[in-house]
DNA sequence: GCGGGGTCTGTGAACGTTCACAGCGTGTGT
DNA sequence: ACACACGCTGTGAACGTTCACAGACCCCGC
């Protein structure tokens, strides 16, 4: 009934706990005989390491800990984040460890855990800029990276994220190429890597011509797209674009759009940004700029990783976007 | 540098490690004097309890691991139960890990982690009919339970879930109660609780009207949606009304109505089912059924506790579904 | 004054590992 | 023949807790 030990594989294969231990941690210095009696004795007994004494002995957690700041939002892209972590991390034999940091208890909470040595590295995602518990957890001496910039400690937070900056210029390209002339922006929160930069992608390519006229700030969120729209229209009504900072913005301002009788695409191009699930559920469809999620985790890992083994420093790095044309610009 | 242990926190106090430990557990008789000096120890420390040395002596894991199967589609609920999830463990000083079975290798590593004795529950999340993984950790003695029925272990698998059944007889009868009468419906795979409830809920308002012609089978997918509803279209031409399983399938059916000239609602009537993003994206906006995502989660949860404690069997319980009328229907 | 129950405290052992160390053959170079 | 490195193995100590136990103290009733 009780789970076996390291003691009971040993028994079982006439041989010291020590050499167990070693064959457990790929140790060279172990006799071919020696390594196939304990593999079998593994096998026989159904023996799994104890993490706790192992970690305990050790001095580390064995675990990674992913903070999820709480946005107003949702974001359907966590899933495929969270999935690409566990993936990576599983390798390595971390588990992931989910944890919230919306309010200050729970700030405090995290805090604790991490000091606490209950996480050997720090996985932070949608970060927003000025978030106290940045500097803490840096503070605390153990690696921290983050799935997107973090806003101002950008120097001190190694990231991976998507080049937001590219992808909206390619975006805004895109609507340029295609004769548009009076080309508007609905932006994210200025306060978050995609509100701010991916309205630099856009400055980049319309230069003087994204004036401030041109320009509303939003929230993420499908209201906030739609009365964005509808300002933009007040004030420039011969507009004949518009680039939304996110796919659910986008479909806000599509609703807007259609009350005020403008077609889409021929009246008003409509581009959006993610390649959500829903760019393929508005009508018509959104042209929209896909991010390389997976890769992006991947990399976050990596960097985390590389922290974890002792690198003092690592790169922070932005992963090329793509253009998904459909057939709303 | 190091960090401070329960030594270190007796000797601050003038106390023995017994006596920290009796007040970190809260057990009752300690003196008041022990205990504010030990408080203060503490505090003055900053010690956290070493959960390893805690959990390797206590025989416990101190983690919960909730478990994604792999479906096909993109979940945008899943953030919603995990937060859920999290916040509620985290008050019993439960950490959350999560963990992928998505194929062999890693449902074998699930299993692994569960036989070691790495938690101390499982969370299942939206398990399919006849995953194998499902009576291996229900063998290993664990407590497991499940958000949502796992199909064909019902009584095996203790679980929380909204009304599947009753919330889509809400969609029919409201349906029905606006003068449609040739209603079609478009289910979710039938290896899922969601995809075989509906349908019976749907029955239950058509009952011989929900003729075999009149329904049609998705996988959760947009596309999936849209053939479906095309072939639906072939089949009974002069349907007025179409339920859709999903959100993500309702926008499908949409494009499809739409490409075949069919106007949404006067000519057929569109309900879906999740009230997720999506809904309010398409044009016009989903009438839908809204699942209390947030509830299901925190009972599933709660279920889960029970079994930690001990208790040996704990009922399964559905949570009311709301339905959200928007332009669809 | 003594037994006994309640409250409180300290101590030793245990939990299951890893790691450093010491030791033992066996071969190899001098 | 001797030293020495090398490959391999076993052993004791440590990691930081909790828990059971034993004992000290105090109050109460007789």
Redesign the interface.
């Known amino acids: 009934m009780k789970?076996p030990t390291i003691h009971d594989v040993a028994a079982a294969a006439g041989i010291s706990r020590g050499t167990v231990s070693r064959v457990l941690n790929g140790d060279r210095y172990v006799s071919p005989a020696a390594r196939i009696a304990i593999e079998r004795a593994i096998a026989e007994t159904?023996y799994?390491?104890?993490?706790?004494?192992r970690?305990?002995v050790r001095q580390r957690?064995g675990?990674v800990v992913m903070v999820?700041s709480?946005p107003p939002f949702?974001?359907?892209n966590?899933?495929?984040t969270?999935?690409t972590a566990?993936?990576r991390l599983?390798e390595r034999d971390l588990?992931?460890?989910?944890?919230?940091a919306g309010d200050d208890r729970?700030r405090e909470?995290v805090l604790?855990?991490v000091?606490?040595?209950?996480a050997d590295g720090v996985f932070l995602l949608s970060t927003h800029a000025g978030d106290p518990l940045v500097d803490t957890l840096h503070g605390a001496g153990i690696p921290v990276v983050s799935c997107g910039a973090v806003i101002g400690r950008e120097a001190v937070i190694p990231y991976a994220a998507c080049d937001e900056r590219g992808g909206a210029r390619q975006m805004a390209e895109y609507l340029v190429s295609r004769g548009r002339r009076k080309i508007a922006m609905i932006t994210g929160p200025m306060d978050t890597p995609g509100g701010i930069q991916r309205l630099e992608g856009f400055a980049d390519v319309l230069g003087r011509k994204a004036s401030k006229k041109l320009i509303e700030h939003g929230d993420w969120t499908?209201a906030s797209g739609e009365t964005a729209m509808a300002r933009l229209l007040e004030r420039v009504p011969d507009l004949d674009a518009v680039f939304a900072a996110s796919?659910?913005m986008a479909?806000g301002a599509?609703?807007t759009l259609?009350a005020a009788g403008r077609r889409v695409p021929e009246d008003v191009a409509v581009g959006g940004f993610d390649d959500s699930?829903?760019a393929?559920?508005?009508?018509p469809p959104l042209t929209t700029v896909r991010q390389p999620l997976g890769d992006v985790a991947r990399e976050t890992v990596r960097l985390l990783l590389a922290l974890i083994d002792g690198a003092d420093r690592v790169d922070s790095i932005a992963l090329p976007t793509s253009l998904i044309v459909r057939d709303s610009a």
């Not at 799994?48 to 004494?53: D, G, P, S």
């Not at 588990?95 to 919230?100: N, Q, T």
């Not at 393929?280 to 009508?283: A, D, K, L, V, Y």
């Open positions: 789970r159904g799994v390491v104890n993490r706790n004494a970690n305990l957690a675990s999820l709480e949702e974001d359907p966590y899933t495929t969270i999935r566990i993936r599983g588990s992931l460890v989910m944890m919230i729970e909470q604790r855990y000091r606490g040595g209950h499908h796919d659910v479909s599509l609703h259609r699930s829903v393929i559920s508005t009508h």
